[in-house]
């Protein structure tokens, strides 16, 4: 059974993969500090309460956030008696690999998504995700990633703005119903949604024209059903597109070691 772990800047996913589905996913913070044991003391928790009764023995992670390999290294190896398999790591096979600057060190979350996005939906593709950081990810004919965009995250330039101006609440992210606001909160919500709507339909409209072939638009992330509500965006929307581009890259390097 493999368990299948995402490690974003702001939250960590837990996968449990049977083969054929995932049976069981859950969420916590991320945290670099939390240890193996804490790790499995939550995770075994979690997996007693919902009665999951299954052997893990094979773990894959991906982790925009160096400091925590580490710890879930010692979490597969203590608790599942495994190597892990890191994207990212030179002996972590990918199925295509990535057409980047030499030198340039591509995010895991980049080359999951690439992943999984390639195999759900063919090459020529702009993977835009909604994390801590607002990425598009642009995937070749044959699935390499070549390249990209990262803009501020939605939820960081709300941050950003009630942190810099004294006056500004703290709102949360909302399709307003009118784009004038008639109070601070609807003026900030319009400001921050139409204008990442407007980032994402002009990003894009450039990245095809760069490449000058047509190209579909799959988003993920906790905020693209939010944005795919408007404006006809995205052609796909993946909700598991990370995990499963997981899944992806352990199957490929399952079969080629």
């Known amino acids: ?28 913070s991320t945290e670099w500090q939390r240890t193996a044991d804490q ?15 299954v052997s893990i023995d094979e773990v894959i992670v991906s982790s925009t956030v160096p400091r925590v390999v ?10 599942f008696n495994c190597r892990p ?3 990212g790591k030179p002996d972590c096979l990918l199925p295509a690999q990535p057409r980047v600057d030499a030198g340039t060190a591509v995010g895991p979350d980049r080359l999951v998504n690439t992943a999984g996005a390639y195999d759900r939906h063919g090459g020529d593709l702009i993977v835009v995700d909604f994390g801590t950081a607002t990425t598009f990810d642009v995937v070749a004919p044959d699935g390499a990633y ?33 784009v004038i606001g008639t109070n601070t909160v609807a003026c900030m919500q ?20 760069e490449r000058d072939v047509p190209m579909r638009i799959i988003s993920t992330g906790g905020l693209a059903p939010l944005f795919g509500q408007t404006e006809a965006l995205f052609d796909a929307f993946e909700d598991d597109l990370t995990m499963h581009g997981l899944t992806v890259i352990h199957r490929y390097n399952k079969e080629n070691t």
């Open 70 to 79: 580490f710890n879930l290294r010692v979490l597969s190896d203590r608790y």
């Open 85 to 87: 398999i890191v994207v």
């Open 190 to 209: 319009s400001g921050v949604f139409w204008g990442y709507v407007g980032l994402v339909r002009e990003i894009c409209a450039r990245i095809k024209a």
């Open 146 to 178: 070549v390249g990209g965009v990262i803009a501020p995250g939605v939820n960081l330039s709300l941050e950003a703005l009630h942190n810099a101006a004294a006056a500004l609440p703290h709102v949360d992210i909302s399709k307003p119903q009118r």
């Open 1 to 28: 059974m493999l368990l299948a772990i995402d490690c974003g800047n702001t939250n960590t996913v837990f996968s449990i993969w049977d083969g054929s589905e995932f049976i069981a996913t859950w969420r916590t």
């Open 39 to 53: 790790y499995y003391v939550w995770l075994s928790t979690l997996m007693s309460i919902h009665k999951i009764e």
